[in-house]
């Protein structure tokens, strides 16, 4: 295990929070988990959990969590810019995500379940803040109708209240960003906003 500083710096592997200091941990090493217990091994994947402790940060309004994010992803766009691969565009979000104080997980497995039985496949979130924020990541020309279905079918199977569906490989992070709600919440804010016009 070594020190990863914040400041342009990528880490290879997994990261952990312990006492609030990065620490790597190489995939290759075995006692991972021993030695970071933010670190589950499931199957051929790990799941990275980066925690530093913020009170309150969870009980955080959706919409306020989703500002917060989209501000820093556009940090890392801006610092960037177009063109990279999508792991790239991902890590470096991560380390933004974490160095504010929120809780991220990275590849977050979800098992799909049909006919009560679990398929052997899980779907694999690239991001969820916060334990309630998932983020998708892409660095593609377009965002197609298809990514968005993507991330609706991984509202309803997680329950989560809304994603962030990002391409870093726009113009602009504006151009490529769009925000999706749970579809059961999305038809709530339906009458609100005709109510208002």
């Known amino acids: 295990m070594f020190p990863v500083s914040l400041a342009g710096a990528m880490f290879s592997g997994d990261v952990c929070i312990e006492d609030a200091k990065w620490v790597a941990v190489p995939r290759t090493t075995s006692l991972a988990a021993q030695r970071c217990p933010k670190i589950r091994k499931t199957g051929r994947f790990r799941t990275a959990r980066f925690v530093l402790p913020r009170g309150g940060m969870s009980d955080e309004p959706i919409d306020e969590l989703t500002e917060l994010v989209i501000g820093l992803a556009m940090r890392v766009h801006d610092a960037l810019g177009p063109g990279l691969l999508e792991s790239i565009y991902r890590d470096c979000l991560v380390l933004?995500?974490?160095?504010?104080?929120?809780?991220?997980?990275?590849?977050?497995?979800?098992?799909?379940?049909?006919?009560?039985?679990?398929?052997?496949?899980?779907?694999?979130?690239?991001?969820r803040v916060n334990g309630r924020l998932i983020i998708e990541v892409k660095a593609v020309e377009r965002i197609l109708p298809v990514h968005k279905a993507q991330v609706v079918t991984y509202l309803k199977l997680t329950g989560h209240p809304a994603a962030l569906l990002l391409n870093f490989n726009a113009p602009s992070l504006r151009a490529g960003l769009s925000r999706l709600d749970h579809p059961e919440i999305y038809k709530r804010k339906q009458p609100a906003r005709r109510g208002r016009h």
């Open 96 to 127: 933004e995500l974490v160095a504010n104080g929120l809780e991220v997980e990275v590849e977050v497995r979800v098992p799909v379940f049909y006919r009560e039985q679990r398929i052997r496949d899980d779907l694999r979130l690239d991001i």
